[in-house]
Structure formats: C-alpha cells, structure tokens
C-alpha cells in the first residue's frame, strides 16, 4: 500500500489517488479516516491532560488546539460514505452486467473526492476552530476482569480419577434377601477298584454336601446440597449425581479387590487368593527357569492354579497388574540388541494378553504385586442394583431448603469355598521371581 511509508500513514496527493483501483481507493479512504480520528483523539487527549493548570499551559493548550483547526470529521464521514457508496453502487451494476470502464470509475471517484477536498481546504483557510476535547477514553482498565467476558469452553475439567474395572470381570447374581444359601461338596470319596470277574467292590466311594450362606453388605454415601442453588445452577443436579454414582463404584471396586469380609466388609480377591508359592506341592517351579522374568512369573501362578485344579477345573484367564510394574517388566524389556521383548505377550483388540489371559491394570494394585485368577469362578451377590433417593424432609431439611440425595448398594463377593484355588496372588513379585529363578 503505497499510502504507507516505514511503517507510517502518508496523505496521498490527488494524482496518486486518481492511479489508484477500486478496491485500494476504499480501503485509502478508511485508513485517512483512521488516520485523523486517531491524531485528534491524541490531541484532545494531550489537551484533557494539560487542563488540568490552564494558566500554567496556557501557551501549549492554544498550539494543541490549533493543530485541530480545521478538521472536519463529519466533512471526512461524508467522504468515507460517498466513497463506500460509489463502490457498492459499481458492485450492484457489474453484478447486473453493466460495462462499467476502470476510466469512467476513477474518474467519478476523483470528481467525489475533489469535492470533498475542496470543504477541507475551505475548513483551513477559515481558520475555524474544530477543537474535539476528548474527556474520556475507555481502556481495558475499565473492565474489572476482563476473563469474565470470555467464551467458555463447554463442560468441567474433573480431577482424574481410576476407571472401575474390576466388577465387569464377574457374573453377578441378583437376590432380593439379605442373604444367599448356596450348596457344595463338602467331602467327597471316589474309589472305583480293580476287581475279579463277578465279584463284588466294597467301596467307600460318598460324598457329604453342605450348605453355606452368604450375607450382603451395605455400600453406602450421600450428598447434602442446597435445593436453590441447584435451582440457580440446573447443571449442578447432574454434577451431584455424576459425583455420588462415582463415589459408590470406586468404593464397590476397591472392596471386590481388597475388602477382608469382616464386620461390614465384603469379601474380595484378595481375601479368598492363595499366597503364591514357588514350592508349591502341586507344582514345584522353584530355581527351575533360566533368567526368570515377570512375565515367567505370571505363567508359573497360572500353571499352579491349573495344576491345583487337576488340570481340569480351573482356566484362569485374568491377571491384575500395577501398570508402572507392567510397564518396567514388560514393555520396556530389551535383548542385548535393544529388540523388545516379551514374546509371548499379544495384543487382542488392543487388549494386552499373557498365555490367553487378559491384563487388566488398577492403580489399587500396589506396586511389586500381581494377581492371577479364573474370573468364572467369581460372582457378584447383587442384592439389589444401585439405589439414588432424595429426601427434602431429614432433619431441617425443609427449613433451610436443604435436600439430601443418598445412593446405596447391597453385594458381596463370592467364591465358593471350593474354588478358592482358582485365585493367587504374590504379594513380593521381586522375591517370586526370585525364588523361581534357576542358580
């Protein structure tokens, strides 16, 4: 733009103006319009400021003043009108297929912009004052914080908090009491023989079945929230439920892993699980693997849950690991050549999988444990599914338009007492493979 010099505004002559196009012609004009607002604006400013001791700056206040005469601004809007006019009117007759010629335009537009210079010529020589006094400018100053006129982004940032996995790996069994009778064998004799030809068995082969029970505990939270501000802010309703159903799942999930069963605990994996043993009767792998690792580890409870249940009962196909354990062990593991390793670990949907066995993580699972088990042999007692009640009558509830939203769940965990083999754990994953590792 050749009306702007190192960065400056420089007033074009009116044979510069008679060169220049359509399109540059309006955008002189809007940018001289700028360009005089602007220095009045300042003048007036630098006026305002020397008011303040009119006999002191007396001399300076007249010199100000004087650089306004003048300047017209409203003869200077009529020429930015006239302008625009002229361009959209040109815009109009193309569009209509009129054969306008660029001679004709400019010719028209500097017959406008002559006539408007003239008044400003005018304006000069009669040495009227046009003094703008600017008594106030607004700045940023003038908004308390101007963050509070920001567009929002949609939703609420949540703190971070752990995804229950744990209770989807179950079947669960819906009872309507508050306890569940179950049955199963309590001693059992095969004792099939080898006999003669025709001749009879004495055999003690029997059982004896026993009946068992298991009781339902009471999860439970609530939320006292104040009825007009959820009135004053609707979203907060789902905020309060969103946080209460959380509440209630991290809490079911952290007693399916570790509750004890006693007093008003449930019983969880942990509390039925075996302590893994490398010398394990049912199979002895201690110092028997070349340069154990943990993944050998992982493969070497499931070989003993296997073997414990006479290779037949049990299919374990879960293993609970701490991610940062996983991570350490596995995925970062290198040969000599820096090729990863582990081989035998799959991805199934990008699940990852050791020996047919999915891999779940849990920030409840500490660091240096592990978990292996057959998840069919696990069942959620489900007495009743999750319960959201609101009450607006507890206490003074009603007086001081308080309401309280309470959620509960009724459940327990259960294996049979037959089936506990089919859960292990190793509470010191540093010291199993230890102990499975060949001298």
Known sequence: MIWIKDGKF???????IEGLSEE???????????????AGEEIGKKINELMSDKEKNAEEIKALQNQLNGVDFNILKDTVTTVKAMAEEMTR??????????????????????SN?????????????HTIEVK???TYGDISDGEDFAQFRPGIGD??????????????????????KYTEQDTVV??????????????STKETIIVRDIQTKVIKDQIDFCRLFISDYPFMESRVNKLLNESLALRVEEQILLGDGT???????????????????????????????????????ETQIVELGDQNAYVPDTVLVNKCDWFVFVQSRKDLNNNYLDGRVTMVNGVPTVGGMTVVWSPLIPQNEVYVFDSTKGEIVDRQSLTIEVAFENKDNWEKEIATIKGMERLNFLVLNNNANAFMHAPDVAAAITAITAP
């Not at 420089?10 to 510069?16: F, V």
């Not at 193309?94 to 002559?114: M, T």
């Not at 099939?192 to 025709?198: G, H, I, P």
């Not at 449930?266 to 039925?272: E, G, K, L, Q, R």
């Open 10 to 16: 420089t007033k074009l002559t009116n044979e510069q």
């Open 24 to 38: 540059e012609a309006l955008k002189y004009a809007n940018a001289l319009n700028e360009y005089n607002i602007k």
């Open 93 to 114: 007759m193309k569009e209509e297929g009129n054969d306008i010629s660029d001679s004709s335009f400019k010719g028209a537009l500097k017959k406008a912009w002559d």
């Open 117 to 129: 210079i003239s008044k400003f010529e005018e304006a000069s020589k009669s040495r009227t004052h």
């Open 136 to 138: 106030a400018t607004q």
């Open 159 to 180: 703190v971070p908090v752990r995804m229950p996995k744990l209770r989807q790996l179950f079947r669960t069994i819906p009872v309507s009491t508050e306890f569940l």
């Open 190 to 203: 095969r004792d099939a023989q080898n006999v003669a030809k025709c001749a009879e068995v004495t055999s």
């Open 263 to 301: 007093g008003e605990n449930t019983f969880s994996i942990d509390s039925v699980s075996s302590t893994f043993n490398a010398a394990n009767p049912a199979c002895d792998i201690s110092a028997s693997v070349q340069a154990a690792t943990y993944v050998d580890l992982i493969l070497g409870m």
